[in-house]
């Protein structure tokens, strides 16, 4: 194939997303059937079924059983402001976020103690098997799923402390700034990595969405004095989310 060829099914898949792009195929409008992508663009079943699989993995379609594909509903992006100042005795960024009026938006968390994995360990710099607190959160804007985050901290650094329970006690909810500062723990710089993948099937179903869709995913650890405090996944639909960062310039 010659540089700047496309083959015939990213041809018609192009074509088609245009449509859905430009409105001539309105969200919940029926794709057409594999026969008429056929007819219309005179190639074979197999390059109509593969254009009609490269939308749905891009997710502008979706499939409904013993209906047909429909175009899906494309919610215009909010941002996830990320950013490094937050005013003293704030609550935390998503806190913050959701408690916004105008997100209309609410939280649920679970917190369990449990052996930290390799993975985490590495993260928080102990040893595997160490204690750690883990909390879960979904949160929800307007009464649907928008974000999950977990959260681990040593229990090395936050046992028989008040701020054993992110929740819980005198500076609870607040965040791990403030929370840290309650026992003394300066927290003094926090990292971030931010990537994308597929969202994993228990993600997907507490996010309302299909597996395999990609999801922004950041992972957050909190420092002090190079000690790492606390880290973070934080999970969110890539098609609903922007990761948007404020950042000083020194």
């Known amino acids: 194939m010659a540089f700047g060829e496309q083959p015939a099914y990213l041809r018609v898949a192009g074509d088609l997303r245009r449509k859905i792009l430009d409105g001539t195929l309105p969200p919940h409008a029926r794709l057409p059937s594999q026969a008429r992508i056929r007819s219309d663009y005179g190639v074979s079943d197999t390059v109509a079924l593969e254009a009609r699989k490269v939308l749905m993995a891009e997710g502008y379609v979706e499939g409904r059983s013993g209906s047909g594909t429909y175009v899906r509903e494309r919610p215009v992006p909010r941002p996830v402001v990320r950013s490094g100042f937050r005013p003293t005795g704030a609550p935390s960024p998503y806190r913050q976020e959701q408690a916004d009026e105008a997100s209309k938006g609410t939280w649920e968390s679970h917190t369990v103690q449990e052996d930290a994995s390799p993975q985490i360990a590495q993260r928080l710099a102990i040893a595997p098997g160490d204690r750690v607190m883990r909390t879960h959160y979904l949160f929800r804007t307007e009464g649907e799923p928008s974000m999950l985050s977990t959260s681990w901290e040593p229990l090395a650094l936050t046992a028989r402390t008040p701020v054993l329970l992110p929740e819980e006690g005198p500076?609870?909810?607040q965040g791990v700034v403030p929370r840290m500062a309650a026992i003394d723990v300066v927290v003094d710089h926090?990292?971030?990595e931010v990537g994308a993948r597929p969202g994993l099937a228990?993600?997907?179903a507490l996010l309302g969405?299909?597996?395999?869709?990609?999801?922004?995913?950041?992972?957050?650890?909190?420092?002090?004095?190079?000690?790492?405090?606390?880290?973070a996944d934080v999970v969110l639909p890539?098609?609903?989310f922007r990761a948007v960062y404020h950042l000083p310039v020194r």
């Open 190 to 192: 926090m990292a971030e």
């Open 171 to 173: 500076v609870g909810g």
């Open 209 to 231: 969405g299909v597996p395999g869709h990609i999801v922004i995913e950041i992972r957050r650890t909190y420092f002090a004095s190079g000690r790492p405090v606390e880290t």
């Open 202 to 204: 228990e993600e997907t």
């Open 238 to 240: 890539a098609d609903r």
